[in-house]
């Protein structure tokens, strides 16, 4: 029986006044059996004959749960150059420190640029707009990192990253997807952990 992929949409509260965050996870499960009978009873030369369907196994099910629930430390990469932060990227801030705070997790943030900081007039700003939206989410330690001028591509420095720290959880915006700087398919290809892509 073929895998189905289901979106499903998760609320994430980034403080006692801001609205959820939708965020847009893909499950593969099996389909509703339910479903399947409802399917099945629109066909009346079909005979209903009893018929084994696949289940998860207990094991995988556990894993995917605990994949889900055991957040220990989640990457932020930050791939625009806007010094005040685009609005993608502080929806995947605010989306992040929510998680971190729910899970007791640490929080890694690498900003990412082809060019050098020496080219980068206003990256000071930036980084203090980081700190800012990251303390405005409770966090005031976090580990930041800095790839910039490296001639390697975004993908593959977060796909890295994400391997060489152990993460747990990559959370971006779709916005890094649409202006090309992230090729999501090569993404979830190499990196070896969830990742959480937030719609604008």
């Not at 965050?21 to 499960?29: D, K, R, V, Y």
């Not at 303390?135 to 800095?146: A, D, N, R, T, V």
Request: proline share 6%; hydrophobic share 45%.
């Amino acid at each position: 029986m073929a895998f189905a992929h289901y979106l499903v949409t998760v609320p994430v509260h980034t403080s006692k006044h801001a609205k959820s965050l939708p965020s847009s996870l893909a499950f593969t499960s099996f389909p509703p059996l339910l479903s399947i009978a409802r399917n099945l009873s629109n066909f009346p030369t079909i005979r209903h004959k009893a018929k084994a369907v696949p289940q998860p196994q207990d094991s995988e099910v556990s894993l995917v749960a605990d994949a889900f629930t055991h957040f220990k430390h989640l990457l932020l990469p930050i791939t625009d150059r806007n010094p005040y932060l685009s609005e993608g990227t502080r929806q995947a801030a605010a989306t992040t420190a929510a998680l971190a705070k729910n899970y007791g997790a640490d929080i890694t943030v690498v900003v990412i640029d082809e060019k050098q900081k020496e080219e980068l007039p206003e990256h000071g700003t930036q980084l203090s707009s980081i700190r800012w939206h990251f303390s405005q989410g409770g966090f005031k330690e976090f580990k930041l990192l800095e790839r910039l001028g490296e001639g390697s591509k975004a993908t593959a420095i977060i796909a890295e990253v994400a391997d060489d720290l152990n993460l747990d959880l990559v959370v971006m915006s779709m916005e890094a997807i649409r202006s090309k700087h992230v090729d999501a398919n090569l993404l979830v290809e190499f990196i070896p952990c969830p990742v959480l892509f937030l719609p604008l």
